[in-house]
C-alpha cells in the first residue's frame, strides 16, 4: 500500500482566529489542539508572545520539534489531551486559549492513521496511541451500541441497518480496512448533497473513540480557571454536535471570583463566524467551520449569543 501523508496543512479561519484572538507582546497563549502548528506558527509571527502547544498525538510532538527550533523559548509542547489542561498545562494564567476540534489534515491524510475512507488503511481512528480502535468497534460491540454510536456521534439516519450489515458481514470475516468499512456503508446510503456516503459513520466512530465530545466539554469547563482577567477563548468547530457544546457553554455563563472580585465569561463576538466563499473554494474541507469567542470580564459588561 503506499503511504499518502499530507506535506501541507491549511488552517480554517486563521485570519478570523488571530482578529478575535489579538496576539500582544510578551502575553501567553495556549494552542490546545496544536495539528499541524499553523494557529501556533501565525500566533508566534503576530507578535513577540509565547505559545503553549497541547496534543495527544506522538505525531504532532513530532512535528513540534521544528518550531522549538525555530523559536526558542517562545513555544513549548506538552503532550496529552486538552480535557486535562488544568493538569498537564505550567502553572500560571494564560492570556487566551484556541482550540480547532475534529480530525486535522495530517490524520486525513495518513492511510496508516485509519481515519480517512478515500484510502485503504487499518481501522484505527485514534488521535493517540492508546485505547480501542475502530475495528474494536464495528467487529465486537453488540449491533444496538455500534447504532447508538453512528446515531448519537455521526446523526446517521441510517445507523440500525448499517450496524446490522455490520454484524452481519463480521460473521464472515472481520473488518480491517477502512475500505471494507466505507464500501459497504456505500450499498446501504445515498446521498444528494456531495458528502460521501461514509462520512457520517466514520464521524460517529472517530468521535466515540477518542471520546472527543466529553473531552470537549472538560476542557471548556476548566479553560475559564486558567484565563488571565480580559483573557479569549476562540473555538472552531466542525459539526453541530461540537458548535452546540461550546454555544450551550458560552450561554450557561461561568462566574469566577478573582482576588474577591467576580468575573464572568462573555462572548466577545455574539454571532457565529464562517468561512468565506473563497476560503470554501480553497479548502473545502472549511465549508461547516463555525469560529466564536468568549472573554473574561468583570460581571457588570453584558452580552449576548446568537
Known amino acids: 500500500m503506499t503511504k499518502i501523508v499530507s506535506t501541507s496543512h491549511i488552517p480554517v479561519l486563521l485570519k478570523e482566529m488571530l482578529s478575535a484572538l ?74 487566551g486559549f484556541v482550540f480547532d476540534f475534529g480530525v486535522s489534515s495530517f490524520q486525513l491524510d495518513d492511510p496508516d492513521r485509519g481515519f480517512s475512507f478515500r484510502f485503504s488503511g487499518p481501522l484505527d481512528m485514534r488521535m493517540s496511541d492508546t485505547g480501542i480502535t475502530a475495528a474494536d468497534v464495528v467487529n465486537t460491540f453488540t449491533q444496538e451500541d455500534i447504532a447508538a454510536i453512528l446515531w448519537t456521534y455521526g446523526e446517521e439516519q441510517k445507523s440500525r441497518r448499517i450496524a446490522a450489515a455490520i454484524v452481519e458481514k463480521r460473521q464472515e470475516k472481520l473488518f480491517e480496512t477502512t475500505l471494507e468499512l466505507a464500501e459497504l456503508v456505500r450499498r446501504i446510503v445515498r446521498r444528494k448533497d456531495g ?21 470537549i466539554d472538560k476542557a471548556l469547563k476548566k479553560t475559564p480557571s486558567l484565563l488571565a482577567v480580559g483573557g479569549k477563548i476562540v473555538t472552531v468547530a466542525f459539526h453541530a454536535l461540537e458548535d452546540r457544546l461550546v454555544k450551550n457553554w458560552i450561554r450557561s455563563g461561568c462566574v469566577l471570583t478573582v482576588e474577591q472580585a467576580s468575573f464572568e465569561l462573555k462572548p466577545l463576538i455574539t454571532k457565529v463566524v464562517r468561512p468565506s466563499d473563497a476560503e470554501m473554494t480553497i479548502n473545502p474541507r472549511s465549508r461547516s467551520a463555525k469560529l466564536r469567542v468568549a472573554h473574561l470580564v468583570p460581571t457588570r459588561f453584558g452580552g449576548g449569543i446568537k
Do not use: H, W
Open 22 to 95: 489579538q496576539p500582544t507582546v510578551g502575553e501567553t497563549y495556549v494552542d490546545a489542539t496544536f495539528g499541524g502548528g499553523s494557529y501556533t506558527r501565525a500566533i508566534l509571527d503576530a507578535a513577540d508572545c509565547k505559545v503553549v502547544a497541547v496534543d495527544r498525538d506522538p505525531a504532532a510532538a513530532q512535528r513540534a520539534n521544528q518550531f522549538r527550533d525555530q523559536y526558542g523559548d517562545r513555544f513549548d509542547f506538552v503532550s496529552g489531551c486538552f480535557g486535562d489542561l488544568d493538569q498537564i498545562l505550567p502553572v500560571q494564567k494564560y492570556n
Open 195 to 215: 458528502l460521501d456516503p461514509a462520512t457520517l459513520t466514520f464521524q460517529g466512530l472517530r468521535i466515540f473513540v477518542n471520546n472527543e465530545l466529553m473531552e
